[in-house]
């Protein structure tokens, strides 16, 4: 089966930085694109950052210019590289990956479970 597994987050002062990983595990074929989102309590899921293949990627404007998301292929892993955080960034981050099992197979989103990471004033 196919599984996302999400690095710990962790609690940080404003203005600091903190990087997650998302590692993809499985029998796997490709994965078109790769993404974060995140939840804070209370709130709808937002899309954070979004990397494909080819290396195009798309930024929230609440992260632009402070989070930079990455892939590394070889290892269906990805990125998130974020600094300058702010009390507002606290929210459960989610890693989300469309992947292709075979080449013959559909693409089907998989979810991880989710990990925590909260900024403090």
């Known amino acids: 089966q196919v599984q996302l597994a999400e690095s710990r987050g962790g609690l940080v002062q404003a203005g600091g930085s903190l990087r997650l990983s998302c590692a993809a595990s499985?029998?796997?074929?490709?994965?078109?694109?790769m993404a974060w989102y995140r939840q804070a309590p209370g709130k709808q899921r937002d899309l954070v950052a979004k990397v494909w293949i080819g290396g195009m990627t798309n930024y929230a404007d609440f992260v632009k210019g402070r989070f930079t998301i990455s892939r590394d292929g070889a290892k269906n892993t990805m990125y998130l590289q974020m600094n300058s955080l702010k009390p507002e960034d606290t929210a459960v981050y989610f890693c989300h990956a469309r992947i292709k099992q075979t080449s013959l197979s559909p693409e089907i989103d998989y979810w991880g479970r989710g990990t925590q990471v909260t900024v403090s004033s």
């Open positions: 499985g029998s796997i074929f490709s994965t078109p694109v």
